[in-house]
């Protein structure tokens, strides 16, 4: 069944936590509950939510170090990448959005062996 949460800036305060921990699943699961009422609303922040859940499994594939970690760590960081134009001042908990974004790319400096 469909989990959803109406409380995106709980999520987004939750999901960050939850990356300082290195709970990268959880963190995708968090915001993957916040994600689909966004989506089913086509509000405009459900991209980049869904941007932010897939860098959270991109750190997931590294921290299990799954078979072929590199290529699937590349391919999951593309939704983020594509994704992270979007964090921009004028939307809805735009600090919160612009904080989570910074996290992702400071995993993306820590493991940039991956990403080269």
């Known amino acids: 069944m469909l989990t959803m949460n109406d409380d995106l800036e709980g999520a ?3 999901y960050m936590k939850l990356l300082d921990e290195e709970e990268y699943f959880e963190a ?12 089913l609303k086509k509000d405009p922040l459900a991209n980049l939510a869904k941007g932010l859940i ?14 072929n970690v590199k290529n699937k760590a590349q391919r999951v960081i593309a939704s983020y990448e594509r ?6 001042e004028t ?3 735009y600090s ?4 989570a974004c910074e996290k992702i ?3 993306k400096q820590t493991h ?5």
């Open 28 to 39: 995708h699961e968090v915001l993957e509950e916040a994600w689909h009422p966004l989506r």
């Open 91 to 93: 939307i809805t908990y």
């Open 12 to 14: 987004l305060k939750n």
């Open 83 to 88: 994704h992270k134009h979007l964090c921009v």
């Open 54 to 67: 897939n860098g959270a499994i991109t750190f997931e594939h590294i921290k299990r170090n799954r078979v």
């Open 96 to 99: 919160l959005f612009k904080e």
């Open 105 to 107: 790319e400071a995993l």
């Open 112 to 116: 940039n062996e991956m990403f080269d």
